[in-house]
């Protein structure tokens, strides 16, 4: 079995965002961004300890059917979740 220190920095850093209920959206809002940011809110939501999840969005926009299906999936949450926008937030994104 590996150690945390077997694996890459960038692994490394993903697991201590996943920690930290933190996740990234960057780049155009499409189906694989948008499935990657659905996928880690479902996976937040399996368990009912109380916490904050925290989405950091770049993004200059993209399609609007999937960001209609990203803002579906925050507004069902469990848990809170705090959206910051950094860099370039525009079009879909600012949805």
Known sequence: M???EDFSASDRI?????????HFLVGEIEESNVNDCIKWLTYENLDNKEK???L???STGGDLY???ALIDV???SNHPV???GIGAV???AFL
Not at 14 to 22: C, E, F, G, R, S
């Open 2 to 4: 590996k150690k945390l």
């Open 14 to 22: 993903d697991v201590k965002l996943l920690d930290n209920h933190t």
């Open 52 to 54: 904050t999840l925290t």
């Open 56 to 58: 950091y969005i770049n």
């Open 66 to 68: 999937q960001a209609f």
């Open 74 to 76: 925050i507004q069902s």
């Open 82 to 84: 705090r959206v910051i």
């Open 90 to 92: 525009m079009s879909a």
